[in-house]
């Protein structure tokens, strides 16, 4: 654990609040430009009622633009282009995207500088992580402008949604940082914590139980949310057993849920309980591409965030109601460039018949890729969300998660060459910090994680759901 870490899990809750709120601050003046984030909410906002043809006019526009920069500044476009005889000056339109390769994770991670612009990072770049949905790690980059062009497309979602502020609602986030030691969360009965200068309220998605609800339920109606987000995981078991309770909720104008695959049947537990409409969200944390669903609740590719494809097993594209995966384009960051990257999650392609809010963008029928177990550990309750745990990791190509009892949990591990016992003292903290003590962890290392008929794999699935109480 790092020296900042330690000394958070030490502080007392007034000094937590306050690192947390001078994060908050960092992460603001850093990362983005709120002028700039108000400009481009202002164009998104007009750009959503083009037409199929001007959406396309504008993608054919900003993918001319993002071939000649890569095959200027980025290096393995360079000699993607170079060694395979394309002149990028003839990628011009969004079926030429075809004649280039599909980028698949292993050889970004393999081969991370050759993405970015110039080479090398840049001190000006803020570093992002993601563990992706099969638990393979990688180091992500943006510059603020392009932070603030990823981050415009959730202020017009949460304009869509309703909100009032959409840059700086008052808000209540189920997160999966680990913001709550557990000592203090068990001692005093606090699972959350105040970010001030992002206006929120942080909630502990690792305490979540019959015994902990009513409390995270008083501290919300205190703070009167006009938004709740977070992974849906932890908002249906506040719902189910708010219900089961007869505990009142808070009533925000909305939710959005986002990182996980929103259930049909969890969407309509989630509203019920709140009494507000559910916005869901797909926005991969390698910026790849960005669906949401509107007011009548269709899911919308955003096409001014870049092509997004949904390819079949043999490369075409699906048709309506076909599953296939995920590729995407993006031309929101210029320095970390993914041109048709394999994302790693399943879709399956929407109507191509106009939605009834009147926005003519391409619709997913539904987002399949992410479809992770919720977990229950008697020690610290419902747990879902388990991908922040490899944010951050070295030397794992691939990673799964089992629970086999209520007592132990083992964690498959592919190794990368470089994947030695300091890194797995590091996966078995950072999940120890997730599942608390008084649960066994295993880790074990293996050639193959098995695959199921779709070719992937479950990150996180229990294997002992019959010993879990009710809710």
């Known amino acids: 654990m790092s020296l900042a870490k330690t000394l958070y899990a030490h502080a007392p809750r007034w000094a937590q609040d306050f690192m947390v709120s001078t994060q908050g601050f960092m992460h603001n003046r850093r990362r ?75 050889v970004i991670r ?86 001030v200068p992002g206006n929120a309220l942080l909630m502990s998605t690792s305490h979540l139980s019959q015994e902990t609800v009513p409390a995270y339920v008083a501290a919300m109606r205190s703070f009167d949310p006009e938004l709740i987000d977070g992974y849906p995981s932890a908002l249906v078991i506040v719902a189910r057993i708010a219900k089961s309770l007869g505990l009142a909720l808070p009533r925000p104008r909305a939710i959005i849920t986002s990182a996980e695959t929103l259930h049909p049947e969890d969407r309509t537990d989630i509203e019920k309980a709140f009494a507000c409409a559910v916005f869901d969200q797909y926005a991969s944390s390698d910026t790849a591409a960005f669906v949401c669903s509107c007011e009548h609740g269709s899911l919308h590719i955003n096409p001014e965030f870049g092509v997004c494809e949904i390819l079949t097993a043999g490369g075409r594209p699906a048709r309506e109601g076909e599953e296939g995966e995920i590729v995407a384009t993006s031309f929101c960051n210029t320095e970390q460039v993914f041109i048709r990257y394999r994302i790693g999650d399943l879709a399956v392609a929407g109507p191509s018949t106009p939605c009834a809010c009147g926005r003519r963008m391409p619709r997913v029928a539904t987002i ?67 599942v608390g003590y008084t649960v066994a962890l295993e880790v074990e290392r293996v050639r193959q994680i098995p695959r199921g008929p779709n070719g992937k794999f479950r990150s996180v699935i229990s294997l002992c759901r019959d010993q879990y109480p009710q809710m």
């Open 32 to 106: 983005w430009d709120v002028n700039l984030g108000r400009r481009l909410l202002t164009e998104l906002l007009e750009s959503q009622w083009w037409d199929e043809n001007r959406f396309l006019e504008e993608q054919n526009r900003r993918l001319s633009e993002l071939i000649r920069h890569a095959a200027v500044r980025v290096p393995y476009y360079a000699e993607l282009f170079r060694e395979h005889g394309i002149d990028p000056k003839s990628i011009t339109t969004v079926d030429d995207l075809s004649r280039l390769p599909v980028l698949e994770k292993a």
């Open 110 to 195: 393999d081969r991370p500088t050759s993405f970015l612009d110039g080479g090398q990072v840049h001190n000006s770049w803020n570093r992002l992580f993601t563990s992706g949905t099969t638990g393979s790690p990688l180091d992500l980059y943006s510059s603020r402008d392009s932070f603030t062009r990823i981050w415009s497309f959730v202020f017009r979602l949460r304009s869509w949604a309703g909100l009032s502020e959409p840059i700086f609602p008052r808000r209540v986030q189920f997160t999966g940082r680990d913001i709550v030691p557990d000592p203090q969360a068990r001692s005093n009965g606090v699972f959350w914590r105040r970010n």
């Open 368 to 434: 399949t890729g992410r479809v992770d177990d919720t977990l229950y550990v008697p020690d610290r309750g419902w747990l879902g969300r388990f991908d922040p745990i490899f944010k951050g990791l070295t030397g794992i190509y691939e990673a799964q998660i089992a629970q086999e009892s209520l007592d132990l949990i083992r964690v498959r591990v592919v190794p990368a060459p470089n994947f030695d016992a300091s890194a797995e003292h590091a996966l078995v903290a950072s999940l120890r910090r997730k």
